[in-house]
């Protein structure tokens, strides 16, 4: 609106000057007037340029605080990064269509009906000046459709408007056998599109094409060279084409030219509406933001107001695809301040290296069948490791007062304990360690103990510990754990623990393979960016919490997580199930060839029986009430069917001494007090012992990843093939337990199926179901 008021205002002061003045005073004198009274309009302008303050975000910026959506290279404000960039020449585009527009109709045009058709000097001049007067109208109306339909649509319909309008208008502006008013309005009518409908949309459209740090810069370049080649050479080379033609439809045809080129600009630039500039990934120029993944969820909330009031121990593949989703969701779409301190103990330096050289983003792309979403993930403030930034800097992080939880997702392993009673493991390696240097922990209770003891210590409140990790009842499992570990040290500790500190239990479910070479590289293809901390995962997720906390929570429902008061029958469900079920069809497709989850599901045999296994051994032994079982079992074999998943079964099958208990062995115990038939669960036992024993249906060796796997190989090897293989493995204790393996009828149906097993193969024994 400025533009056009300096516009209508010269006018104005022009036309007085002509109404007031003789040619002589005019020449003499007169003509000075104007340009004197610019000066007092300069000076305005530049008392109002430090009078107007920043907006925070660039001031941040130009400090060097502010993250940025991906780091920016060293010479990424440089002037060969300015040449170089896709927006620059973008924003050079539309500036040469509408001033080359606006110099063709203000300039040339005007002079070229008075000059060469003799027009009545008033006709365009006036014209001009009643267009300026509506464009108070078109301006405000145009950036207003623009703020509701976003800035390329409304570009794209003016440039095609003014394509389409520049023959018929010219055309009656040129014929003099044509009414005033007729000239007149088509001269408002083409200068309104072509001209002010362009401008409308110009300056706001270019600013938020550049990032804070070189906003002005590239604007005023990109935006004086696309105007000072088109207003500069635009009416020359009409005279030029004019005078060579004889004829006014050179007129048409650069106008027209001009509003081709501004229209490939449209087309071709980003859509830029959306940008916030309270948002720093906003900030950066658009080259950067372009290494986010194509049509991804993108962040929306300001970053740098986020606290770290969730640290997180084990941030692997999973946590990025669940947990901080859910976060992100909840900052996305309601504003929350809760940010993630992620922390790796053992293990994952280099991710935790490739998020940092991200600005601790990455990408979750969720893969179906059918299509794929990408969300870039922004709720992580910090990434640590103990390894690199020293356990100190871990310490540090726990020790903040804002800090209300302390989640985990460690796998059942991490927590040292057994996974058939549920109890701490005092012989424990990370333990005994722990417990001779408390101070310098290595596993993540020993961590938590150390923190909680800290701050015990410093006056600050506990933090809740919340474990997300797959086992029945995991907050009252962590509970038992911390605290007998924690007693082993201070009985006073313990009792302060025991009494302050919460432990929600959780139910976690997602499906996420392991991130691996092939993952990336898949991800990458389907989203044209290369994130070597991107992770991919299924579209369903769900989450259970206990609503236990001790200092504070995000309001997670809001992003579709469950709050209850009792979360163990969710827990039962989704463990026996779907882990059970995973589990099921890991040991016994790997043994069959099978690499992924998703080719047992090609396979009839294999799906029936996964569903059976559900709905007729796992699904009498739960307490949830008010779930369609049947409906949550068809639910699971279609997500299992997904084959852009490629979710290994070897990685299911790891560790699998500490997922038997919960996955299967509870629903056998159900089983035997109630009479009732196990033969699928016995199956299953039957497939981890096949394949514990190291070789596949082909006579392949199988790695086996297992943290008991020296006592499980020593019970493989010192014990003969069949019945007695079967035996040694049930006397694995920490698995098995006392009463299994005293059951006759347990032990005498395993053997069959062993035995089956190693003489028929997986495939066929499974099609004996």
Known sequence: ????????????????????????????????????????????????????????????????????????????????????????????????????????????????????????????????????????????????????????????????????????????????????????????????????????????????????????????????????????????????FVNATGDWWPLVAMLVSYSVIGLIAAVLMPEVRDRDLSVQEDAAEDENRATAPANAILPRYDRSKLVPRIVHLGFGAFHRAHQAVYADILANEHGSDWGYCEVNLIGGEQQIADLKKQNNLYSVAEMSAEAWQCRVVGVVTEVLHAHVDGLEAVFTALMRPEVAIVSLSITEKGYCHSPATGKLLTDHPLFLHDLETPQRPQSAPGVIIEALARRKAAGLKPFSVMSCDNMPENGHVTRNVIVAW??????????????????????????????????????????????????????????????????????????????????????????????????????LGYLAGYQHISDCMQDENYRRTARRLMLDEQAPTLKVQDVDLESYADSLIERYSNPALRHRTWQIAMDGSQKLPQRWLDAVRWHIVNGSCYDLLALGVAGWMRYVSGVDDRGKAIEISDPLLPAIKTAVEQSAEGEARVKALLGLKTIFGDDLPANAAFVRRVTELYLNLREKGAQATVAQF
């Open 1 to 240: 609106m400025g533009t056009n008021c300096g516009t209508l205002s010269a006018t104005a002061i022009w036309a007085v000057m002509f109404f007031m003045l003789d040619k002589e005073q005019l020449l003499a004198w007169g003509w000075r007037i104007p340009f004197l009274a610019s000066v007092v309009v300069m000076i305005f302008a530049i008392w109002l340029r430090f009078n107007l303050k920043e907006s925070p975000v660039f001031e941040k910026v130009n400090e060097g605080d502010a993250p940025v959506a991906v780091k920016e290279s060293d010479n990424a404000h440089s002037l060969t990064a300015m040449f170089t960039s896709k927006s620059f020449w973008l924003a050079t585009g539309l500036r040469f269509g509408q001033a080359g527009n606006s110099g063709l109709i203000q300039t040339f045009l005007a002079g070229y009906l008075v000059q060469t058709l003799l027009f009545d000097k008033s006709i365009p001049t006036d014209a001009l000046m009643i267009s300026s007067v509506i464009g108070f109208i078109t301006i405000p109306l145009l950036g207003w459709i623009s703020d509701k339909m976003g800035r390329r649509v409304p570009y794209i319909i003016v440039n095609i408007s003014a394509i389409i309008l520049a023959y018929p208008m010219l055309s009656m502006i040129i014929d003099r056998s044509q009414s005033i008013s007729v000239i007149m309005a088509c001269i408002i009518i083409i200068h309104n599109v072509a001209v002010l409908g362009l401008f409308a949309l110009e300056n706001i459209t270019m600013a938020e094409m550049f990032g804070a740090r070189n906003r002005f810069t590239r604007m005023a370049i990109s935006k004086e060279a696309g105007g000072l080649v088109a207003v500069g050479f635009g009416p020359v080379l009409a005279g030029i």
């Open 486 to 587: 924690a007693r082993a040290l201070d009985d006073t500790l313990a009792d302060w623990i025991d009494a302050n500190v919460t432990f929600p239990s959780t139910m976690v479910d997602r499906i996420v393979p392991a991130v691996t070479p092939e993952s990336l590289a898949l991800v990458a293809e389907q989203t044209g960016v290369a994130d070597p901390a991107a992770v991919a995962c299924e579209p369903f997720r769900q989450w259970v919490i206990e609503d236990n906390f001790v200092a504070g929570r995000p309001a997670w429902e809001k992003a579709g997580a469950e709050l209850v008061n009792d979360v163990l029958p969710y827990e039962e469900m989704k463990l026996r199930m779907l882990n059970g079920s995973h589990s099921f069809l890991a040991y």
